[in-house]
């Protein structure tokens, strides 16, 4: 029985994944049954973004049809050499031996931390940033379809989903060998691996100073012949939307102020009742390669609830230009009131609801507001998208981010 080599990966403080400023600790468990001659033990965390995009039929190259392009950015690669010891191999200085170590077991503990910059920024430069371009501090992207969140879904959206992977693993890898030189590619090599989630933390951007945003109806409904109204929210802070936020809550500013607004009034026995409300998140994917971007989108329903407000008719205001406009108070109910988004903590083709962006990956959503009113008898739906909000897996209160720690490149120091 040749070496074995283990690899045991500390879980994250939260048992799930870890987040930024918090080290990723293990230990390497070495088992050898008789002396082996040992060059190096290292233990590596390395995390990549890797996109294949299908080109469109009018791209495609001529002489390789279907060819997929691929790419891959290298977002962390932190190397931590166990064995020998650093200051051991210092002390070598050229090209050495392996050592020669007696049968045992042996434990090397390590402790990785992850850095706070995309290692890929200085491969490829500015240029070459992809969706990262007009980023000014780009931020390293949180695990994205990793092995360890594979859906099981084998449909085709759930296919081109899993074009583009954000993977963070921990790699020891043991290379043996006497030869005189440092190392050779004939050198037997055992490696482990670890696939880790990480979670960055999100940014801490204050979005009450931004301008309110009008979001209306692209399409009006008819109620009657000359009497028709789109639909209108106006939000201040959509932009930003974190786990447990309120959406229709008054004062909550996202989802708490839409209107109908007609072209001109409606009749003063015009009754109007809104008898559901649904809510949708557009899951917008993008991935890029070789300049060719593929586009991905997806429905998730993350609120359905049957209503029965009747609109208070004193509430309409008429307006200079002719229109008029009827609040529809949707923050009234109390089902919608207390409303908190994402409670559930969803999973949508195997990931959880966050929107990043990295170099070759895009993810972003929108809200998609449905609702169904009731007139004279008749039912009508009428729905609106947002521009694109920022999705955060963190919850505006329970977030209390770690110190911020410096990330070194040097190799630690060992006493001995
Ligand atoms: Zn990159």
């Not at 998140?281 to 070789?290: D, P």
């Amino acid at each position: 029985m040749g070496p074995k080599l283990k690899l045991l990966v500390n879980k994250p403080a939260n048992g799930e994944f870890y987040v930024s400023n918090e080290a990723i600790t293990g230990k390497v468990v070495l088992e050898l049954e008789k002396p082996a001659p040992i060059k190096e033990l290292s233990v590596t965390m390395r995390g990549t973004s890797q996109t294949i995009v299908e080109m469109t039929p009018e791209a495609q190259n001529l002489i390789r049809p279907h060819f997929p392009m691929k790419s891959s950015h290298t977002l962390v690669n932190q190397r931590n050499q166990l064995f020998p010891p650093a200051n051991v191999s210092k002390a070598l200085a050229g090209p050495g031996k392996g050592f020669q170590v007696t049968k045992g077991s042996y434990s090397y503990e390590f402790e990785l931390n992850i850095p706070h910059w995309l290692k890929c920024m200085s491969d490829h430069g500015p240029r070459g940033a992809g969706f990262n371009k007009g980023e000014e501090e780009p931020r390293l992207p949180p695990s994205f379809n990793s092995i360890a969140s594979q859906a099981s879904g084998n449909d085709a959206i759930s296919f081109y989903h899993k074009m583009g992977t954000v993977t963070y693993y921990v790699k020891a890898q043991l290379i043996l060998g006497k030869s005189m030189f440092r190392l050779t590619p004939s050198d037997p090599i055992l490696e482990a691996y670890e696939v880790i989630n990480f979670f960055p933390d999100p940014n801490k951007e204050d979005s009450s100073a931004s301008r309110t945003q009008s979001f209306v109806s692209k399409k009006a409904v008819q109620f009657e012949q000359e009497l028709s109204a789109r639909l209108e929210v106006r939000a201040k802070r959509l932009q930003e939307v974190h786990r447990l936020d309120y959406l229709f809550k008054p004062g909550s500013r996202r989802l708490d102020r839409v209107y109908l607004v007609f072209e001109r009034p409606p009749p003063p026995k015009f009754a109007l009742t809104v008898t559901r409300c649904r809510l949708q998140l557009v899951e917008i994917m993008n991935y890029l390669s070789a300049g060719h971007i593929n586009a991905v989108t997806g429905l998730i329903p993350i609120l359905d609830v049957p209503l029965d407000r009747q609109l208070d008719p004193s509430r309409i205001r008429c307006l200079e230009n002719g229109t008029a406009e009827w609040p529809l108070d949707l923050s009234k109910d109390p089902g919608l009131s207390s409303y908190k988004f994402n409670e559930q903590n969803l999973i949508f083709q195997g990931n959880k609801l966050f929107s990043f962006v990295c170099c070759n990956i895009r993810r972003a959503f929108k809200f998609h507001l449905t609702l169904t009113l009731s007139a004279n008898g008749k039912s009508f739906d009428i729905d609106m998208s947002t521009t694109t909000s920022a999705i955060s897996l963190a919850s505006a209160e329970e977030h209390e981010p770690l110190p911020k720690y410096d990330v070194s490149d040097a190799p630690p120091v060992y006493l001995k």
